[in-house]
């Protein structure tokens, strides 16, 4: 089983705001990173780090973070956005990484 | 530009064996760790095993741990994974990724395209 929980989906109407969630132990110590997978495709890296956006993501993906919970947020949602996120991070042993279970997230 | 290629995937009995390659380039790849992460059918990610980039140090999931071997040859640019024992709960697509971590974040920013294993008799 995943040590980083994930809501199996989420929905949000076209332009508006949307925040898919990430719990777990490990997150205390370590930042979740957050990744974008369409169908047939291979993930992609959209926010790392404390809030870092790799080159050519949009600015409407934002990450935080608080106690457990990492959040990815998405800012005026796009039906290109609609894609499987996955968080990920180091476990609690600091030995291994970990991936949540992923968030479906449907653009309506 | 980074890229990564996998190959080597395919049909393998339970049992046996078989060996995957990722073929990297676009950057210099003894001066990164890296990691295979597998995609069952309809399933979430799961990482498999991560190679450091200096040392030799390498990580596996308790669920290949004695069965899959990481291993990688920096003068071909080439990343492996041996998969001994094969099971039918190994069928997944394995992705190759390049890993950038540190003290507080761990992340794969680039991705191959993935190559199938299927267990099955």
């Known amino acids: 089983s995943s040590e980083l929980t994930q809501d199996p989906s989420v929905s949000v109407a076209l332009g508006q705001t949307v925040r898919i969630t990430c719990q777990g132990d490990?997150?205390?110590?370590?930042?979740a990173s957050w990744y974008q997978q369409k169908p047939g495709q291979a993930p992609v890296l959209v926010i790392y780090?404390?809030?870092n956006r790799p080159s050519g993501i949009p600015d409407r993906f934002s990450g935080s973070s608080s106690g457990n919970t990492a959040s990815l947020t998405i800012t005026g949602a796009q039906a290109e956005d609609e894609a499987d996120y996955y968080c990920?991070?180091?476990?609690?042993?600091?030995?291994?990484?970990?991936f949540g279970g992923g968030t479906k997230l449907t653009v309506l | 530009e980074v890229q990564l290629l996998e190959s080597g995937g395919g049909l393998v009995q339970p049992g046996g064996s078989l060996r995957l390659s990722c073929a990297a380039s676009?950057?210099?790849?003894?001066?990164?760790?890296m990691s295979w992460v597998r995609q069952a059918p309809g399933k979430g990610l799961e990482w498999v095993s991560g190679?450091?980039?200096?040392?030799?140090?390498?990580y596996y999931a308790d669920s290949v741990k004695g069965r899959f071997t990481i291993s990688r040859d920096n003068s071909k640019n080439t990343l492996y994974l041996q998969m001994n024992s094969l099971r039918a709960e190994d069928t997944a697509v394995y992705y190759c990724?390049?890993?950038?971590?540190?003290?507080?974040?761990?992340?794969?920013?680039?991705w191959g395209q993935g190559t199938l294993v299927t267990v099955s008799s």
């Open positions: 990920n991070s180091r476990d609690s042993s600091g030995n291994h990484v970990v």
């Open positions: 490990s997150l205390r110590s370590y930042y």
């Open positions: 676009g950057f210099t790849f003894s001066s990164y760790a």
């Open positions: 780090g404390k809030n």
């Open positions: 190679f450091s980039d200096s040392g030799g140090s390498t």
């Open positions: 990724a390049r890993d950038l971590g540190s003290v507080t974040t761990y992340y794969f920013d680039y």
